[in-house]
């Protein structure tokens, strides 16, 4: 499995956070390409949902990320991997968590099918105060935008 052959590759590029990483590429809202230790992963922001590129919103999602990331060393806490061979975690930049940030911005959902409540406090508050996909009459969550299409 590719996270275990990355855990043992953690102890050479540690940080605070777990594992320092270069953001290649934003590939959409929540799923980045990285370089850890000169290998290129590709890694999905744990507990957050954002639009789909081809989806109302997609695209804003995208370049949010894109600014804050894209050619930027981050901080990594990765929590394992997706059915798809994705690292999975969480992205920090300047000490800041960026999958929180995308949820309080509006930029993506909390995705309670596989974190709960975790940034639930964000996306309510983003929502009440009509921030991002939240300006929207009522936007159409990405899980059930990917079933439909």
């Not at 929180?100 to 709960?116: D, I, K, P, S």
């Amino acid at each position: 499995m590719k996270f275990l052959a990355l855990a043992a590759s953690i102890v050479v590029a540690s940080s605070a956070f777990g594992v320092t990483a270069y953001v290649e590429r934003v590939v959409d809202g929540d799923t980045v390409k990285v370089s850890i230790d000169g290998d290129t992963e590709t890694m999905r922001l744990e507990c957050i949902d954002a639009p789909e590129s081809r989806q109302e919103f997609g695209y804003e999602s995208t370049r949010a990320l894109t600014r804050l990331v894209e050619g930027r060393t981050v901080d990594l806490e990765i929590t394992g991997e997706d059915r798809y061979g994705r690292l999975l975690g969480f992205i920090f930049s300047n000490g800041r968590d960026i999958n929180r940030y995308q949820v309080q911005q509006g930029l993506a959902w909390n995705y309670t099918q596989y974190c709960g409540d975790e940034y639930a406090a964000e996306e309510e508050a983003a929502r009440d105060a009509g921030r991002g996909l939240w300006d929207g009459e009522d936007p159409e969550a990405p899980w059930i935008w990917r079933r439909n299409n």
